[in-house]
């Protein structure tokens, strides 16, 4: 069965960077687009970008362009998404979701992250 | 960008009631391409509808998603205990967008 597991809770001081690992199982890495999503407590979905794992190629939402990088490790089937510069904004749930397409819907999602930034 | 704007904020109803969740973009969503989804506290969102109208797999036919362009409506035709949640929309004709949710609370 497709399984994407995430990597544990982290907390991080403002100004440090933060790397969030997304494992999948159960298909071909390659063969899906992953994306990430974040929700910040009590709050909506936000798309950040995808990444290609066939490729390699990215597109990052505008908001993240420049603070955000994802990439990815096609032996062990991770996707990764690294954030810098974080702010207490940046508290929030992070989910991979695999797509099928560069544009497309969400058919399967890791359990998120919670990244806590906090001085 | 596209906005997404769901109403209600939230909807207060009764187990076997109906219940009409409504998404409006700012912008013709293209070959409605609007999915659905289901959240519940503490856990990732669940896919529903994809395409505007197809369920997806192993969702209940209770679960129906209709309309085009602009308008679209997530209907449960009778709730069910576990349908109490968070539901967002989100377009995927141009770039990718969510709506701000609707909670479905037990009256």
């Known amino acids: 069965q497709v399984q994407l597991v995430q990597s544990g809770a982290e907390v991080k001081k403002p100004g440090a960077s933060v790397k969030v690992s997304c494992k999948a199982s159960g298909y071909t890495f390659t063969g899906y687009y992953m994306h990430w999503v974040r929700q910040a407590p009590g709050q909506g979905l936000e798309w950040m970008g995808w990444i290609n794992p066939n490729s390699g190629g990215t597109n990052y939402a505008q908001k993240f362009q420049g603070w955000v990088t994802m990439t990815r490790d096609t032996s062990i089937s991770t996707a990764y998404m690294e954030l810098s510069r974080l702010r207490s904004d940046d508290t929030a749930v992070y989910y991979c979701?695999?797509?099928?397409?560069?544009?497309?819907?969400?058919?399967?999602w890791g359990q998120g992250t919670l990244v806590t930034v906090s001085s | 960008e596209i906005v997404l704007t769901q109403s209600p904020g939230t909807l207060s109803l009764s187990p076997g009631e109906r219940a009409t969740l409504s998404c409006r973009a700012s912008q013709s969503v293209s070959s409605s391409y609007l999915a659905w989804y289901q959240q519940k506290p503490g856990q990732a969102p669940r896919l529903l509808i994809y395409?505007?109208?197809s369920r997806a797999t192993g969702i209940p036919d209770r679960f129906s998603g209709s309309g085009s362009g602009t308008d679209f409506t997530l209907t449960i035709s009778r709730l069910e205990p576990e349908d109490f949640a968070v539901y967002y929309c989100q377009q995927y004709g141009s770039s990718l967008t969510f709506g701000q949710g609707t909670k479905v609370e037990i009256k």
């Open positions: 395409g505007a109208s």
């Open positions: 979701a695999r797509a099928r397409n560069d544009m497309g819907y969400f058919d399967y």
